[in-house]
């Protein structure tokens, strides 16, 4: 069996660092707003070469703050790719405002720029693109369109630790950025956790304030906020974790280059691609292949995992069908929905693992 992820392995590398952060963390009744989350913001923030780090419950929470930090609500539309989780799109619903759904690029499957500009109307306030599978989304287009058009950009990191745009760590180009730290991410917690990532002062201030049920002094709220706070446990695990994030990244790196190398020459299957001037962190490695359902029982005959990053693009999710989007508006993310498998990913594969994968992956397509 070589599972689609597994996080067994992964804790088994640092368990016994991880079992006295939570010890130490238990002896010093330090959970809420302690060091330990000061601290991970901060090496967080320096690690992608932002000014702020401020920890949030989840990533779903980051977004939803950095877009409230940014005064965008009720009556506010803003542009989200249709290809993504749901969160991305339900942090912007949770605000009051709308999203707007636009289609993917059919090489990096995150948003396709050359059709955002159609989607801006009078009541567009923000573009919120998704750095999807770890490959970043095309930022000096989105900056450009965004400067043009008065909007704010808030950049959703959740799959994209270590992911660099332009030789720079992203979460640092728009006005804010939200990471989750999801068990499965590429930086897990062991738990839901999340961080917001800004250069300014002013919002990095507000998100403070936000995320602590507006406290100013102990008895003091001067704005109604909530209560979003990364847990003392969650940051110091993620203390321990970041300081093997390049060498993750790295190994995730070096497998889909294997993959890549191994599965060149199949045919009826498309890898993943990295442009020029991004370096993909591969969260999920993603390919497609015409007859998905025969592939995956296929794979999971052979005892390899995978699975579908996703189904269902938004604009067709019941939960948005108040907004009456219908089969056809974008047609890449609907065609690719139907195509797309994510194959076994994980720093902890061994070189006969992802062998053994493109072996079954080989078959699974031929036959
Ligand atoms: C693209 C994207 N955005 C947002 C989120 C939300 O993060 P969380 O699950 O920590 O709330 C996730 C992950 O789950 C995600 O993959």
Redesign the pocket.
């Known amino acids: 069996m070589i599972p689609l992820i597994d996080l067994k392995a992964q804790h088994r590398t640092i368990a016994d660092e991880v079992e006295a952060a939570i010890k130490n963390v238990c002896e010093n009744t330090a959970f809420i707003l302690s060091d330990e989350m000061k601290a991970f913001e901060s090496e967080f923030a320096q690690y992608c070469g932002a000014k702020h780090g401020i920890g949030v419950a ?4 980051a ?1 939803f703050l950095a877009l409230k930090a940014l005064d965008i609500g009720p009556g506010d539309e803003v542009i989200v790719p249709a290809n ?2 749901i ?2 799109a339900a942090a912007v619903s949770h605000t009051g405002a709308t999203p707007v759904f636009v289609d993917c690029d059919p090489e990096t499957y995150c948003i396709d720029t050359s059709k955002i500009s159609a989607a801006i109307t009078s009541r567009t306030k923000a573009i919120m693109p ?1 750095h ?1 599978y770890g490959h970043a989304a095309d930022m000096s287009s989105i900056l450009s369109l965004a400067r043009a058009n008065g909007l704010k950009v808030i950049e ?1 990191c ?2 994209a630790h270590g992911t660099h745009y332009k030789g720079k760590q992203v979460g640092v180009f728009g006005d804010a950025a ?1 990471f ?3 068990p499965s ?1 590429t930086l897990g917690a062991y738990g ?1 956790a ?1 961080m917001v990532l800004t250069n300014s002062d002013e919002i990095a201030e507000k998100l403070r304030l936000l995320r602590d049920n507006g406290r100013t002094t102990w008895y003091e709220h001067a704005i109604i906020g909530y209560n979003s706070r990364l847990d003392g446990i969650q940051a110091a695990v993620l203390r321990i974790k970041l300081r093997r994030l390049n060498e993750w990244v790295e190994a995730r790196r070096r497998h889909a280059k294997r993959y890549g190398e191994l599965l060149s020459d199949v045919e009826n299957i498309v890898l993943p691609k990295e442009k020029p001037d991004v370096r993909h962190s591969y969260y999920v490695y993603v390919v497609r292949v015409k007859d998905r359902d025969t592939f995956m029982a296929r794979l999971k005959e052979k005892g390899i995992g995978c699975g579908v990053h996703y189904p269902v693009p938004l604009h067709l999710q019941p939960a948005y069908a108040f907004l009456g989007g219908k089969e056809g508006d974008h047609p890449v993310s609907e065609r690719y929905a139907k195509e797309i498998v994510s194959i076994p990913m994980y720093p902890e594969l061994t070189d006969d693992q992802v062998a053994d994968v493109a072996a079954a992956i080989r078959e699974a397509v031929a036959a």
């Not at 989840?58 to 929470?61: D, F, H, I, L």
């Open positions: 989840n990533g779903t929470e977004l993504t989780f969160a991305t998704v999807l959703d959740a799959q939200g989750s730290f999801y991410k839901d999340g």
